[in-house]
């Protein structure tokens, strides 16, 4: 079992910056894969971004790709996606995520509550 909780969320200006981090429980937090998602009013949950065990294999939706980076730091069992260029459609609630083998682009074994992100233009 994985619980996840992030922060780091709140009210940026178009082409500001953001940057959230998940901290994880549990002490196999460094062979899960991890990612984001997110999801905005109205609109269907996407996919965001996703990061191996190790960190060197990352994956990011298009459109995100070039502003967004997933990094972990597995010393601290935690997850970050820095969030630059932010645009006013990245507004939504940002989901951590785990998974045991991998993180797809729909689904993931464990979720955190989420971190709302509101980016003003």
């Known amino acids: 079992q994985v619980q996840l909780v992030e922060s780091g969320g709140g009210l940026a200006q178009a082409g500001g910056s953001l940057r959230l981090s998940c901290a994880a429980s549990?002490?196999?937090?460094?062979?899960?894969?991890m990612g984001w998602f997110r999801r905005a009013p109205g609109k269907e949950r996407e996919f965001v971004s996703r990061?191996?065990?190790?960190?060197?294999?990352?994956y990011y939706a298009d459109s995100v790709k070039g502003r967004f980076t997933i990094s972990r730091d597995n010393a601290k069992s935690t997850v970050y996606l820095q969030m630059n260029s932010l645009k006013p459609e990245d507004t939504a609630v940002y989901y951590c995520?785990?998974?045991?083998?991998?993180?797809?682009?729909?689904?993931?074994?464990?979720w955190g509550q989420g971190t709302q992100v509101t980016v003003s233009s």
């Open positions: 995520v785990a998974d045991r083998v991998v993180v797809t682009s729909t689904r993931a074994d464990y």
């Open positions: 549990g002490r196999t937090f460094s062979s899960y894969s």
């Open positions: 990061i191996s065990w190790s960190g060197s294999s990352t």
